[in-house]
């Protein structure tokens, strides 16, 4: 029996519900002191002067770090702007720290509000955080770009990245257009958005000679210590990352920030371990976004709506320190089969923290357009916007005229629509009502990559007959610990209880990123491989083992199950692995294994696809909008744990909800910094605002992506879901509202 697939509970639950898990800002050194940040109040300019007497002197204050007394780090020195005056240019890259987002106090220049300009290190974080917030900047301010209608009239181009190209066509998309029956051309705008993770960035950096420990809240071990290696000039063996908890990361914890090299720099000044964690309102700024975007939709389709022309144009904004471009187009790219297609992204850029990933970026912001879009396509035809995405439905990559490793887009559409009562629908607007409210039925498509990279694992089994699992991936609240444990526990044929994964450290075989929906279908073959070699190895030295029951069966004739080897033919000729272990030394055993994806990639398109269905119940009074149900259906291949895999879906679905109703960074442009830096202002959907949420995982095994069969779910749950609101709230009130997010105010206007 398969434990692959049970939803389980996580075999880290008790750890996290009894307070036992460690989180990085709570693993215990000696002699800890405590750094607190201070960030610019100005969006462009110098810091001219920053008095740190008065804060020296002030109680249990150890240090305080700024531009002029930073440890010098292993780089070109200060970032001289050579440009003066109004006009702006982008720092000189080659005297940047490798990543040029990073603001690592080693010159005076500020580039956006909320920068880090200093950090006060002190004995108790009372004492840090009372000279900080004391501490006088002085500034000299500089014009800055904060007016993104002002920056689009200089668009760039992003630098084109693998998958992520600039500009994209095919067919005649003017011919296509002109032709076209039936045409819409419209723009919607999607706005800033931060990461808010319960648990807020943090770092301890520990320095043990030459030699660094950083405790850090992260989705990449291996890049935090690339990072830091390379700004202190050191090799990546002398920087250890440990991390086995995260209390959420979202894109915002998959790169390195200031913040982590910054606490490294505070203990070399400070000559001891140093802890820095970001409060809330620093969570806006120095740690990414989402980047605000407009998009222009054109769609044209025959009179059967069938698309013919299909242009989508991204402008987002992006940073001067470094570049971001949120991919809204890659969905759009490969989503319908219209003859023809162009595309585009293009930055506006201005004095703002550099954005970043947040979960399914492009797809999230995209799909917003794309699938209202559509939606806008279908009544404009007179037609079930369920049957104007079958009729243009793509059996195949219509970018790479690839086959799809596995598509049930067909079936969520007919599931989620069926359980949804769909067919009870009147498109007519404002023709659905309960009493006086307002009820509106919307749907969308879902979609995310299914993305794998080469991960590595070790399996060992100890002489207590339990094993333990090794891969330096993450568990960010998704269930890797679980997920890791139930393959390993099938492959290695051993009970889940008796097996312990470990992550989160660059002491342990190599994973890649925890981002873009990729650990279970990277690291999963990876732990399924190490496990599967483990078990082999030991049946091989029971066929060796005179004294084993075993011994002279042929490999093939021996199976593993339930921590014993047992002979296929006659299970009653057995032993434990423990015994075998015993007999051979008592000494581990282990197995390595090192997963890369291979050519399947180019003989196949991979993406995950689902369908979602809203309910909106709107007062048509005061415009408030209460989502009572939504019913969602997704193909994501082959699911490792019910539970999690439902978890996952379901905390993308409320995050698509935050997205279309409450989710925006309200910045004061005139000084670029973020209001509503806080989770009493900065809005996300709690438990009142959850109605009933449906969701289906279709049977689906993608035999082509890796051996498990499994595509990815963390992503896809948040795509599609606030078009499906829009298209909803339009159904309900006839307004068509472009601009997330659909608060009250827009309905009633
Ligand atoms: Mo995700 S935004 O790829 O961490």
New binding site residues.
Partial sequence: MSVVGQGIDRVDGRLKVTGAATYSAEHKLQGLAHAVMVLSTIPKGRVEAIDITAANAMPGVLAVMTHANAPRLALPQGSEKKKEGGEQSKPDQKKQPPNPKLSLLQDDVVWYNAQPVAVVIADTFEHARDAAQRLQVRYRRERAQLDFAQAKKSLRRPEPQPERPSDTGRGNLARSMERAASRIDVTYTTPMENHNPIEPHATIAHWQGDNLILYDST?NVTGVQRTAASTFGIAPQQVRVICPFVGG??????SVWSHVVLAAMAAKLAGRPVKLVLDRPQMYGPVGARPLTEQRLALGASRAGKLAAVRHDTISSTAFLDDFAEPCTAMTRKMYASDSLQTSQRLATLNVGVP??????GESSGSFALESAMDELAYKLNMDPVQLRLANYADKDPEKDLPWSSKSLRECYRIAAERFGWDKRNPQPRSMKSGRTLVGWGMATATYPANRKDARATATLLPDGSAVVRSGSHD?GTGTYTVMSQIAADALGMPVANIRFQLGDTALPEAP??????TVASVGPAVHQAARALRDKLIGMALADGASPLHGLRADEVDAADGWLVARSAPARRERMQALLARAGGQPVSADAHAEPGEEKKRYAMHAFGAVFVEVHIDPDVGTIRIPRIVGAYGVGRVMNRKTAHSQLMGGIVWGMGMGLMEKTEMDWRFGRAVNANLADYHVPVNADIGAIDIVMVDEEDKQINELGAKGV??IGITGVAAAIANAVYHATGKRIRDLPITPDKVLV
């Fill in positions: 989705q990361g979202f894109g915002c914890k998959g970043t990933y947040m979960r399914a970026p960010l990123v925890s981002g873009g929906s990729q963390g992503e």
